[in-house]
T-cell receptor
Framework: GESVGLHLPTLSVQEGDNSIINCAYS??????FIWYKQESGKGPQFIID?????DKRQGQRVTVLLNKTVKHLSLQIAATQPGDSAVYFC??????????FGKGTMLLVSP | NAGVTQTPKFQVLKTGQSMTLQCAQD?????MSWYRQDPGMGLRLIHY???????DQGEVPNGYNVSRSTTEDFPLRLLSAAPSQTSVYFC??????????????FGPGTRLTVT
């Protein structure tokens, strides 16, 4: 069926390492993807987005890669910091205005 | 700007009771939406609105009503609460309904428990 899912429910890294969070999608009609960060007790916060006509987009310490051939999306965080510890969600746009979210990956950064 | 505000932060209801979760934004955003977040389920869209006077159903609309009489406010009503509606509810808004490239802002959430 059509879904947005994550490969790893929990990712543990050391401070300073690079982190990679993965997301698989199955709806080839999706044309827009977003990564959100959610800290404990707070609402999701926008990190970075990418349109389906792009392969890569970079932000401050973050990079999103889109592989349409295998319907795979990843979020790379460079020099991970303890403040990056949170749950990360990918979301895809399936209809004209609504977003569908994946289940989330928890990133744990130890000093 | 206060951004997206939600009240209350916490609420406990008995089965069958009704209540309204409030959501307001002061950014003059056209698009507003309600999500529920359950453990292991991610965020699921309940209802959304592309502008004042216009609402539509999302993925899980049953048991919930919404209205959008003003641009600023988008209340979510539970007519007869059920334990299955125990969840954390998030309201979100963004400027343009058609262009999701506009950043979507989330409120702080309302944690609802139905006993």
């Amino acid at each position: 069926g059509e879904s947005v899912g994550l490969h790893l429910p929990t990712l543990s890294v050391q401070e300073g390492d690079n982190s990679i969070i993965n997301c698989a999608y199955s709806n080839s009609a999706s044309d827009y993807f977003i990564w959100y960060k959610q800290e404990s007790g707070k609402g999701p916060q926008f990190i970075i987005d990418i349109r389906s006509n792009m392969d890569k987009r970079q932000g401050q310490r973050v990079t999103v890669l889109l592989n349409k051939t295998v319907k795979h999306l990843s979020l790379q965080i460079a020099a991970t910091q303890p403040g990056d510890s949170a749950v990360y969600f990918c979301a895809e746009k399936r209809r004209s205005s609504t977003l569908t979210f994946g289940k989330g990956t928890m990133l744990l950064v130890s000093p | 700007n206060a951004g997206v505000t939600q009240t209350p932060k916490f609420q406990v209801l008995k089965t069958g009771q009704s209540m309204t979760l409030q959501c307001a934004q002061d950014m003059n955003h056209e698009y507003m939406s309600w999500y529920r977040q359950d453990p292991g389920m991610g965020l699921r869209l309940i209802h959304y609105s592309v502008g004042a006077g216009i609402t539509d159903q999302g993925e899980v609309p049953n048991g919930y009503n919404v209205s959008r009489s003003t641009t600023e406010d988008f209340p979510l009503r539970l007519l007869s609460a059920a334990p299955s509606q125990t969840s954390v509810y998030f309201c979100a808004s963004r400027n343009s309904p058609a262009d999701p490239g506009n950043e979507q802002y989330f409120g702080p959430g309302t944690r609802l428990t139905v006993t």
